[in-house]
């Protein structure tokens, strides 16, 4: 089968078009012909084994130290099922499905758990469209209900808010009936109205941290802020979480006081559970994809550029059909 793989870490010439075996399903697993993967902000990290905040070691431990340990990168995937292991009970044969797979999708083939966080796509969805929304709409499906316990009438400033997390938290946000105030630059502002915001910011003009306006919640996908600065426009008992984090934000972790404006770290875990839910916003219309730009798998250096300015507006999607 075709795959992308990467032996080393470093910039996007690392990768590689190769050849590999097609892998197997072993019990409870099931073969997926990949049609398309999104390329993410997560791709990106482990190629150039860029960690942020001084957490470059921990990174390197957890994913191979001198080289990658994983070396077909792909973090989600949309396709079709072409074999079933033993014991499989939840998908069948033709089925076409789609998912978080945590690595390996940048490949033809690929086998998965079937109690991993896939499912079956929504009606009327392409590939293309259907790997687009995982990593990002997992994410920020996560963060917003559980880490922010975001509830109706709430204020929220979403910096980075048309990015490949922010697009699906503003229309997440949006759907639990908050004000959604959208930070992104001029290009992407009518991007940002589309999704549902309230209000946008854009952050070449205005500086989102030194307005009139507070918020209950500050949500920042790209990194652009501090809990210091952010503290300028929180309100009183407001909560800052920011996706990007170091040891400055674990240290400032511990020291915090209980009360008054806080601070709240995550690291997501993507379950079958969290992948329900976020079918059926899809399919009710709700969650709705947001592609940047779909590359064939040729041109699979220029999607991780494309990912590394920090400028897609959605998701980043490989083609492999
Ligand atoms: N903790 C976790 O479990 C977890 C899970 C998933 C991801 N992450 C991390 O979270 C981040 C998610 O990133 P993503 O994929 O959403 O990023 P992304 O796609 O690169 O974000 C792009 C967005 O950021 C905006 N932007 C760029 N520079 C900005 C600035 N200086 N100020 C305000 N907005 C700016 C862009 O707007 P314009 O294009 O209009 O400039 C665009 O809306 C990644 O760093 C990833 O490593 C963490």
């Known amino acids: 089968m075709k795959s992308v ?16 075996p097609t892998p197997e399903p072993k019990a409870k697993e099931i073969q997926i012909r990949v049609h398309a993967s999104a390329v993410t902000t997560a791709d990106w990290r482990l190629r150039a084994s860029d960690f942020p905040g001084g957490l470059w070691i921990v990174g390197r431990l957890m994913f191979g130290l001198f080289r990658p340990r994983k070396p077909i990168l792909g973090m989600t995937f949309a396709g079709e099922v072409t074999e079933v292991g033993a014991g499989v009970t939840k998908f069948k044969m033709g089925q076409k499905v789609f998912g978080f797979s945590g690595g390996g999708a940048h490949a033809e083939y690929l086998t998965i758990h079937e109690d991993r966080a896939l499912a079956v796509m929504p009606e009327g969805l392409d590939y293309a469209d259907a790997a687009a929304v995982p990593f990002g709409g997992l994410c920020a499906l996560v963060f917003l209900r559980d880490v922010a316990e975001l509830k109706n009438g709430q204020r929220i400033l979403i910096i980075g808010a048309t990015g490949g997390v922010g697009a699906y938290a503003t229309q997440i946000a949006k759907g639990k009936g908050a004000h959604v105030t959208a930070v992104c630059g001029s290009t992407s502002e009518e991007l940002a109205q589309s999704l549902g915001a309230d209000e946008v910011i854009n952050y070449h003009e205005t500086d989102p941290l030194s307005g009139k306006d507070t918020y209950d919640v500050i949500f920042d996908c790209v990194g652009a802020s501090s809990f210091a600065t952010a503290q300028n426009v929180l309100k009183p008992s407001g909560l800052y979480v920011p996706l990007n984090f170091g040891v400055r934000e674990l240290r400032q972790l511990m020291t915090q006081k209980k009360g008054g404006k806080r601070m709240k770290l995550h690291v997501n875990d993507d379950t079958a559970e969290d992948m329900q839910e976020l079918t059926a916003l899809m399919s009710e219309g709700k969650v709705t994809p947001v592609v940047d730009r779909v590359y064939d798998l040729i041109d699979v250096f220029e999607a991780h550029s494309r990912v590394q300015t920090r400028h897609a507006r959605g998701t980043v999607v490989l083609s492999l059909g």
């Open 5 to 20: 793989s990467y032996k080393s870490y470093g910039a996007p010439d690392v990768l590689r078009l190769e050849l590999r």
